[in-house]
């Protein structure tokens, strides 16, 4: 009898530790995330730096996430000199991500839902100026990296410039409100 409580101690502190929460740190250095904006007259990328991060597992699986990007670290990629420069600087600037007063924002997982082997639908808050909206995407865990692409609506954050949204018919000036994330994370 005393063998059978024993082992029977033996597997539920097994399972317990299974089931303990893993976070894995992400590598800033390694990881990259891919911006694009789009406007009626065409569109401009860059890069923007995560200055911090790590992701949740249980058993194997995904179970939440946070992160921090740098936002003075916002870059355009596909002009160069002057107009990268000015590009920038707009971008920076209170018409749209206020980095002076706003130096970061923030993404943190309320709900994480596995879809199948490495495949998640994620539910997270994103904070952005300051102002935090719920957002869903699709999430991909792959060994020790994972990647996402993520649909920004800026409006929602208070960013109005070139917005229809906010300023009725721009015509060939407009800014759409949605841009993309696309974000590449070694951990």
Do not use: C
Not at 13 to 42: C, H, M, N, P, R
Request: proline share 1%.
């Amino acid at each position: 009898m005393k063998q059978i409580i024993a082992f029977s101690l033996i597997l539920l502190f097994s399972f317990q530790l299974q089931a303990q929460t893993e976070t894995k740190k992400v590598k800033t250095d390694k990881s990259k995330i891919v911006w694009k904006g789009y406007k009626v007259l065409g569109s401009h990328e860059g890069t923007i730096k995560l200055e911090s991060g790590s992701l949740d597992f249980k058993t194997g699986k995904l179970t939440a996430a946070e992160f921090t990007v740098n936002m003075t670290t916002l870059k355009a990629t596909d002009v160069e000199g002057e107009t990268a420069q000015k590009l920038e600087g707009h971008l920076k600037s209170d018409d749209f991500f206020g980095v002076e007063k706003f130096k970061t924002s923030s993404l943190k997982t309320t709900k994480v839902v596995s879809k199948g082997k490495n495949s998640y639908t994620v539910t997270a808050d994103l904070t952005i100026k300051g102002k935090s909206n719920p957002i869903v995407f699709e999430a991909s865990v792959y060994g020790s990296k994972a990647n996402a692409t993520l649909k920004v609506d800026r409006s929602l954050y208070d960013i109005k410039y070139g917005s229809e949204s906010f300023f009725g018919s721009l015509g060939d000036k407009a800014i759409y409100d949605e841009f993309d994330l696309v974000v590449d994370l070694e951990f």
